[in-house]
């Protein structure tokens, strides 16, 4: 199935909001209807293919499958850019001059090897596609040249198993729910539950350095990742040859994170463990956001470390994102405190044993037991906030998300300073917003910040949010934290992925790109600035 083209998922989970969000939004924010709804998918009309018939004929040549070149308004619409509000606006607004002017659907390593290089023989650029679930303009090279997108759906396969070595190697157009269904079928489990989980790929969760909610668990996707094959203009890269080597720079760290603008990853091999007997999800309450943090550091520093650990700030807390379904339903509490869910899985003797002493370190910090309740209501609905973010935007309200992620130390800096700079930018504009934020990945040294804002959208909206979203880059960067946790950089946060990594490093990686990527076609504009 493919995504709703004008907003999140399965258009069968679409939902309006409840009348009661729809008064908090216009008594809270100003938030009104606008006039006319979504674009509809047969009215948009992208502009003409812009391959010649030379290119054309190559790239048809370069895949087997009958259909695998598509050039119909519908493919090319359905691969134009990403799913950030930005996004989705200009969709629905009609706007996809940027569409690709093909989408290429190769069954193997060798047909991606092919497109690679009859993109790179007539000076078309590639732009690799898995979920489509990229929210930081990852779909969206900054390029003149006509581009190609490279959906891997066929590449969807379980490879191998080697339950010796508990290791699974796995292609890269797999989606997560069938990846879990394949491995659970075999007794093993990959454990990485992003929120983008049900609609995001395997090569997707490589290339952006993904991290699921069950982190402090099962760790980051780059952490589980063991080797890794890529496809590029220049040839093959095969690496991994052993779960950890001295035998120069790993070669896994370049390639994981580079988004497509590096080669394209045909294979992934991660580690995998055995599927959970046992899995338990609860509700703690902390007076302050800062207590809360501070019981989340002595758990992530000095054990036991839950396998979900989350925390939200006072605002998301009363709001109700913490549980997306409890919004409007009623009853929150007039000083709601921060709430934490906790999450702990294995087998039976280990979860209760691991939940015990969770617990005393927890009361000894100050948390108040709410029970499961709150972390069933979590878990059940883990994965609806993206399309409460569609029905935000029916009803004419502003809602993104931006995270980030800093040593303990300078988190409570952190979360000030980009709360600052979002309601100052946009209150100045005359939109006033609500922002809220949480705590989701935790590490022995630090931890990321996860931001939602919500704001009546303006007369412009994308323009209305840009300089709120300069304004929050610039604040992450300033008060110490890195531009991305887990979204990635895509266009919309290259400038300030330069600043972070500096010009050497810059320069480092451009040259790596030119020694793979000569013509300059793997995602332009994508991580790196076009030389």
């Known amino acids: 199935m493919d995504m709703l083209w004008s907003g999140w998922g399965d258009p069968a989970k679409a939902a309006p909001l409840p009348d009661a969000v729809t008064g908090l939004l216009r008594d809270l924010l100003g938030v009104t209807p606008r006039e006319g709804g979504p674009t509809t998918l047969d009215a948009v009309e992208p502009p003409a293919p812009a391959l010649t018939g030379e290119a054309y004929d190559a790239l048809r040549a370069a895949v087997a499958a009958p259909d695998g070149l598509r050039d119909d308004a519908e493919s090319r619409i359905r691969h134009t850019r990403g799913k950030s509000t930005p996004d989705l606006l200009r969709i629905r607004a009609g706007e996809v001059r940027t569409a690709p002017a093909a989408v290429l659907l190769p069954a193997d390593h060798d047909e991606v090897l092919a497109v690679l290089r009859a993109c790179a023989e007539h000076g078309v650029a590639a732009v690799p596609f898995g979920g489509g679930t990229s929210v930081v303009g990852g779909l969206a090279p900054a390029t003149e040249r006509p581009f190609v997108a490279l959906d891997l759906r066929r590449l969807d396969g379980l490879l191998a198993v080697d339950e010796v070595s508990r290791t699974a190697t796995l292609q890269p157009g797999l989606r997560g729910p069938r990846c879990e269904e394949l491995l659970n079928a075999r007794g093993w489990t990959l454990g990485h539950f992003p929120q983008s989980f049900e609609w995001a790929s395997v090569g997707g969760f490589a290339a952006a350095r993904s991290s699921g909610q069950a982190s402090a668990g099962y760790g980051r996707f780059d952490e589980m990742v063991l080797g890794l094959t890529v496809a590029t203009p220049e040839g093959t890269l095969e690496t991994g040859r052993a779960p950890r080597s001295a035998a120069g720079p790993d070669l896994r760290q370049l390639v994981l994170g580079s988004e497509g603008a590096l080669g394209v990853i045909t294979a992934v091999t991660v580690r995998i463990r055995p599927l959970p007997a046992r899995r338990i999800y609860e509700g703690w309450r902390f007076a302050s956001f800062e207590a809360g943090t501070a019981a989340l550091r002595r758990l992530a520093q000095d054990g036991p470390r839950p396998t979900v650990l989350r925390l939200s700030d006072e605002t998301e807390t009363f709001v109700g994102l913490a549980q997306p379904d409890a919004i409007g339903s009623g009853g929150l509490p007039q000083n709601p405190g921060c709430a934490a869910v906790v999450g702990y899985e294995g087998t039976e003797e ?171 076609v793997l995602n332009p504009g994508v991580l790196l600035p076009v030389r």
């Open 350 to 520: 280990e979860t209760a044993a691991r939940r015990a002493a969770v617990h005393e370190v927890l009361r000894a910090c100050g948390g108040e037991f709410t029970g499961e309740e709150p972390g069933d209501r979590w878990a059940h609905g883990r994965y609806d906030a993206p399309y409460l973010r569609d029905a935000l935007l029916d009803a004419g309200a502003f809602a993104e998300t931006l995270e980030t992620a800093a040593f303990w130390s300078a988190l409570p800096g952190l979360h000030a300073a980009v709360r600052d700079a979002l309601t100052r930018t946009l209150t100045e504009a005359g939109t006033p917003p609500l922002v809220m934020c949480h705590i989701s990945h935790t590490y022995e040294n630090g931890a990321s910040l996860y931001f939602t804002v919500v704001s009546a959208q303006g007369e412009d909206p994308v323009a209305h949010w840009e300089p709120a979203k300069r304004a929050a880059n610039d604040a992450i960067l300033a008060a110490g934290g890195t531009i991305s946790h887990h979204h990635g950089v895509g266009t919309d946060h290259r400038d300030w992925y330069v600043r972070e990594t500096g010009p050497l490093g810059i320069r480092m990686l451009q040259a790596v790109k030119a020694e793979i990527d000569p013509s300059g």
